[in-house]
């Protein structure tokens, strides 16, 4: 359903990015990969890509999104190199858990810029190409944190409410130009970025790695599981598809009910 489209998804050598690239190039669309990590894994992964799916392109672009500079620029280049872009999936992240009164401020900073501010810098860079196109399809992985909070992740959550606030805004303008922009907000995934963080939680909250998961993680969501990336990537293909057309400046929860409390 998605052949001839170009998508970029940041964050994508990892996690819940690779796990929409991976779907959206078995919908056929060429896919720019970005993210951090060692270039001979990425190279692993992009030929991964491009066995399961022969006619879709995947080209890496290893752009720094902590620079707002490097996030216009990524868009940029992928114009440059595919013609054009139709799908912008904003994905990088990075979490910090700490109580606010010893929260390093480099790393709230950090937060803002990644989570928040790259996507603002990469919609921008898209929006032209996506109205002379009369066609745009924007997703923001932003978090049931988007919608909710929790305690000793201050940076995170204002930074995934204000990617709501932002998705909103961008459907208004994009809305008589074929462009959609709506937020997904999962609950938890299991990736490296939930991983690293039960340390940091049981720290705080001076409980055991396990009682995080039964009693931090988990028991936030209703139907005890985590939810996965394949589910992410389907919920994506059908955002950027013809069923998608009327939804904009949603924040849809995928969080197993853990925002119906
Ligand atoms: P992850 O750590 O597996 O992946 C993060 C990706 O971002 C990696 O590809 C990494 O290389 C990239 N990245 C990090 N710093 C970067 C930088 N400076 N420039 C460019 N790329 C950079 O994490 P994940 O769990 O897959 O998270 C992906 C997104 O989903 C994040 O925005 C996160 O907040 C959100 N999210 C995750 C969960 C979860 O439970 N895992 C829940 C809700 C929301």
Do not use: F, K, M, Y
């Given at each position: 359903p998605l052949a001839g489209k170009v998508a970029i998804v940041t964050?994508?050598?990892?996690?819940i990015g690779l796990g929409i690239a991976r779907a959206l190039t078995r919908a056929g669309a060429d896919v720019v990969i970005n993210g951090l990590g060692d270039r001979k894994e990425i190279d692993f992964v992009c030929a991964e890509l491009e066995k399961g799916c022969p006619l879709s392109r995947i080209a890496y672009n290893g752009a720094n999104l902590m620079d707002g500079n490097e996030a216009r620029q990524l868009v940029k280049d992928t114009i440059a190199d595919f013609?054009?872009?139709d799908i912008l999936v904003n994905n990088a992240g990075i979490q910090h858990v700490s109580p606010i009164e010893t929260f390093p401020p480099e790393k709230y900073d950090a937060i803002i810029a990644l989570n928040l501010s790259s996507a603002w810098h990469t919609i921008r860079a898209a929006f032209p190409s996506m109205k002379e196109n009369g066609f745009g399809r924007i997703i923001n992985v932003a978090s049931a944190h988007g919608l909710v909070a929790s305690p000793f992740k201050s940076a995170y959550v204002a930074a995934k409410h204000g990617v709501v606030g932002l998705t909103k805004t961008v459907a208004l303008e994009g809305a008589e130009h074929g462009i959609t922009c709506n937020a997904v907000c999962p609950g938890y995934v299991w990736t490296p970025l939930v991983e690293n963080q039960i340390d940091d939680t049981a720290k705080a909250r001076g409980i055991s790695r396990d009682e995080v998961i039964r009693d931090v993680l988990l028991a936030a969501q209703p139907n005890k599981r985590f939810a996965t990336v394949e589910e992410l990537g389907a919920l994506t293909v059908f955002l950027c598809?013809?069923?998608?057309?009327?939804?904009?400046g949603t924040a849809l929860p995928v969080d197993g009910g853990w925002t119906a409390h």
């Open positions: 964050g994508s050598t990892s996690g013609g054009q872009v598809g013809p069923g998608g057309q009327s939804i904009t």
